[in-house]
């Protein structure tokens, strides 16, 4: 059994049930055992070993003042970091406790610039197990202070929500953590590490106590939070946060509550297929929010992600926001001033927290101090201009400013110019602060002044040359003489050590001068680092002033990355209505445009004409326009500018989209089932005020199940749900339904073919097309040219209904085999249709059979069916009744 440093790190290990330990020694911070070999294989740290008890042990290590960013590195890989800081203790001797747990939800210091959370998921102790919901879900911002809570319905709502907020970690619940299902399907979902937290601080009574206690105790009835899940969700938000001893309780100063009225409803499959943070291959570069952010804080950025993640229902608030950023994108020269402000700016809902948690440095509080320096200059970059009367002047009027400037003027007066990184040493506070750290740092210096004349006394007063006086560790204090001259030294001087050209000595009057040195640097230290502390203390008193001015300056920040982006690329208002309605003029993609010469195209979706069929050929645009249609909408409901000439957007309560899927194998998943279940997830989620993108439907399946399927979709989409709907796909079977279902109409891509040539206009045209020119975009992806000229061939056989010969035999021959499994389809089925018989024949000459009595009989009614007239359920009917008798 380990004894010693080793024991004791074994044993407060055992106390903890973080993955890594790093124990303070002096002036190291050591990891042992496991975790050494742990720490060295992510960090790439060096191990030795510790002999401890006859045993020996790795050891690793990393010295005092570098601890952090090893353990952000170690917490970014997901793992939970306990930190034992030494302490002394009564007997002259050091002990170590366990001060503090860095986990992923709640590190302070962070790499980057986004918003950091740490959720909480709870459900009722006795739902019942087959019920999908409801679930209570919180969510904080640790380096931040901001808190959320609300309830979601369903599984696909938690699972949108935390996708929206992607949690750096995940506490679930009692009964949320037994759910395998749910579990894997978050894992799946979120990069952030899930974490088993004590079920008793989900409990209904200790959570509500602590959201009282943190919150004050009307604050839930006060913010309209009346679900007992939410608050049990937040409560353990709150313990968590305590027990890991991040420090940060008091920057959380309000609770913020929502619901699901208030956002659209943008789950997680949206949120990929729209690629509004990050591309189809994971990439933030070509996002959405790459392309309109113009921010030039940090702040700023976190909010106008938010804004596009989760765009908002109230009217109201939409058109204050709109208001702002036309203002500001009609005064380009107040704009740029305002920006250029706005980049001295620093991060103050982060300062604050690291001034509550009381790790914030003399450096930290000089950027609070110069940040609220720039309220003066936010606020005439603003008056008396456009400006000054526009919805942007009145997010600054949000700030109390009489107080921010009196805490700047606390700062400024309290704050050395240039202050060191470390908080003890001196040096942090400015002379004139107080008058006793004055008087010791007087004292101080004089007794430096000393120390710093004497070689030269010394040299004048006994003749001596080659005299220095210096300082180390292990001497302290002395007088170096060369060796040339050491025998002339006076008898007072004492030698200490013998060096190869020189000789060291100390003195009576140096020993006593060293001691006064070394008694004052300590009550300086220590009274100027308490003067600091108190100081902090008084700014993270005013953490919730802190906050507001923080989200002034991201709120401008934000509107004006809009304004300057709607400026940039020509985009216009939107005109917001409560009519079911998306009615777009000359409407662009909002990324593509960038990068390429767009062909604007025209939408309208209403009350009359409420579901498109797109058709059109292959990587004409079908995808891309409706994906702008989807953009556009979601842009409008985030308060910003479109790209479009003109933009008459009906607010909707949700969008969702089925765009191309992947196949998922190592969840058992293929292609065709993920096309599926976010199908059913439309059906189920979409109502008549939702907007729907449906980009192929049925297409991993037999071309009779997939049709059967697309057609079923669209009569329900249209008859019940009735959502605004844009469908494309190459069914053309389908376009007969705008023939029967009266808000179904066609638009299709336009294509300029002459004399075999094919030109994709990007032109969206109403009506419909009959021809997905597939062979072309075979020939433009490079495939061989005597692939290409066979499809065509077949193309041509298919399309005038006579029977295809398989080229190349068993044989070996070089002439055209007939295939009796290759017989043309019927013109109605529009390539549907597709034999299954087979002749056995293996050469150019082998007799094909002759089909039996029953086969004909089959093969004549499907000759006669006619499929765009058969409702798909008698279609499906009668194929199983072919498959009997062909059996």
């Known amino acids: 059994m380990a004894t010693g440093i080793v024991g004791e790190f074994l044993d407060l290990k055992a106390e903890t049930d973080a993955d890594v330990l790093a124990m303070q020694c002096g002036d190291f911070y050591e990891f042992f055992a496991d975790d050494a070999e742990l720490v060295a294989d992510e960090l790439d740290l060096t191990v030795s070993q510790k002999s401890s008890h006859g045993s020996s042990y790795p050891m690793a290590g990393v010295p005092l003042s570098e601890l952090t960013p090893y353990v952000n590195a170690l917490v970014e890989r997901g793992y939970r970091v306990a930190v034992a800081d030494q302490y002394d203790t009564d007997d002259g001797g050091h002990a170590r406790e366990i001060v503090r747990v860095v986990t992923p939800g709640t590190v302070l210091e962070t790499s980057d610039d986004d918003a950091r959370y740490l959720a909480a998921v709870v459900r009722e102790d006795e739902a019942d197990p087959d019920a999908d919901g409801p679930y209570g879900l919180a969510f904080a911002d640790v380096t931040t202070g901001r808190f959320l809570a609300t309830t979601v319905d369903g599984g696909g709502d938690l699972r949108a929500e935390l996708y929206r907020f992607d949690p750096a970690e995940v506490l679930p619940g009692p009964r949320v953590r037994n759910d395998d299902d749910l579990l894997a399907a978050v894992r799946e979902d979120l990069s952030g590490r899930v974490t088993a937290f004590d079920g008793e601080a989900f409990a209904p009574g200790r959570a509500e106590h602590a959201v009282r206690e943190q919150f004050g105790r009307e604050t839930t009835d006060s913010v309209g939070l009346d679900s007992d899940l939410a608050v049990r969700a937040a409560g353990a938000v709150l313990s968590y946060v305590e027990e890991t001893g991040a420090g940060v309780l008091a920057s959380m100063t309000r609770l913020t509550a929502y619901a699901d009225a208030d956002r659209v409803d943008v789950d997680a499959t949206t949120q990929r297929n729209l690629e509004i943070t990050e591309t189809m291959r994971g990439d933030a570069d070509g996002s959405l929010f790459d392309t309109v952010d113009h921010t030039v804080t940090a702040a700023g950025g976190r909010l106008l992600r938010e804004w596009l993640t989760r765009p908002r229902r109230d009217r109201e608030s939409l058109a204050a926001r709109l208001d702002a950023v036309e203002a500001l994108a009609s005064a380009a020269l107040a704009r740029d001033r305002l920006r250029e402000v706005l980049g001295d700016a620093y991060d103050l809902e982060r300062l604050a927290a690291r001034t509550t948690s009381g790790t914030a440095g003399a450096r930290e509080l000089l950027s609070v101090r110069d940040t609220l320096a720039l309220l003066p200059d936010l606020a005439d970059a603003l008056d008396g201009t456009a400006l000054a009367d526009s919805p942007a002047a009145a997010v600054l009027d949000r700030v109390d400013r009489e107080r921010a400037a009196d805490l700047r003027e606390e700062l400024a007066e309290a704050l050395a110019a240039d202050p060191p990184n470390a908080k003890t040493g001196g040096g942090l506070l400015k002379e004139g602060y107080d008058d006793e750290l004055d008087e010791l740092i007087e004292r101080h210096e004089a007794a430096k002044s000393w120390l710093d004349g004497l070689a030269e006394r010394e040299k004048r007063t006994h003749g001596l040359s080659h005299v220095t006086v210096d300082r180390n560790k292990t001497d302290g204090y002395y007088i170096q003489v060369g060796k040339s001259v050491a025998d002339q030294v006076p008898e007072h001087y004492r030698e200490v050590k013998t ?32 003067l600091f502390e108190e100081l902090r203390e008084r700014v993270a008193e005013r953490a919730e002033l802190l906050q507001d001015a923080g989200r002034a300056v991201a709120e401008l920040d ?24 998306l009615d777009v003029e000359a409407g662009r993609h909002p990324v593509v445009e960038g990068t390429t010469d767009f062909v604007p195209n025209d939408l309208r979706l209403d009350a009359e004409r409420g579901f498109l069929i797109v058709t059109g050929p292959n990587m004409s645009g079908k995808s891309t326009y409706m994906r702008q249609a989807a953009l556009i909408q979601l842009l409008a409901q985030a308060g910003s500018f479109v790209p479009a000439r003109a933009a008459e957007v009906g607010l909707v309560d949700g969008i969702y989209t089925r765009v191309g899927a992947l196949d998922e194998l190592a969840q058992g998943r293929s292609t065709f089932m993920v096309e599926m279940q976010e199908l059913s997830n439309i059906l189920h989620s979409a109502t008549e005020d939702s907007l729907v993108i449906l980009d192929e439907v049925g297409r991993g399946t037999a071309t009779y199940d997939g049709i059967s399927i697309a057609w079923a979709a669209t009569e329900y989409l249209h008859n019940e749900v009735r959502a605004r709907t844009l469908f494309a796909t190459h069914y053309h079977e389908l376009t007969t339904l705008a023939d029967h279902l009266p808000r179904v109409a066609n638009v299709h891509v336009a294509v300029d073919e002459r004399d075999g040539e094919v030109t994709f206009l990007r032109t969206v045209r109403d009506g419909p097309t009959n021809r997905s020119y597939g062979v072309h975009v075979a020939d433009l992806a490079g495939v061989p040219d005597p692939v290409v000229s066979r499809a065509d061939e077949v193309l041509d056989r298919l399309r005038e209904e006579k029977a295809i010969e398989a080229r190349g035999s068993r044989s070996g021959g070089n002439g055209d085999a007939p295939d009796e499994g290759a017989s043309a389809p019927s013109r109605n089925g529009g390539g549907a249709a597709e034999s299954a018989s087979t002749s056995g024949a293996t050469g150019p000459d082998a007799e094909p059979a002759r089909p039996d009595p029953e086969t004909r009989a089959v093969i004549e009614e499907l000759r006669d069916v006619d499929v765009a007239a058969t409702p798909p359920v008698e279609l499906l009917s009668r194929v199983q009744e072919w498959q009997e008798q062909l059996e």
């Open 558 to 581: 934000a509107l004006a990355s809009l304004a300057t982006h709607a400026a940039r690329r020509d985009w216009t208002r939107p005109e917001l209505t409560d009519e079911r309605r």
């Open 499 to 530: 060096l190869k050209n020189s000789k060291r000595f100390v003195t009576d009057e140096l020993a006593e001068k060293e001691r006064e040195v070394l008694r004052l640097e300590e009550a300086r230290g220590d009274l100027e680092y308490e």
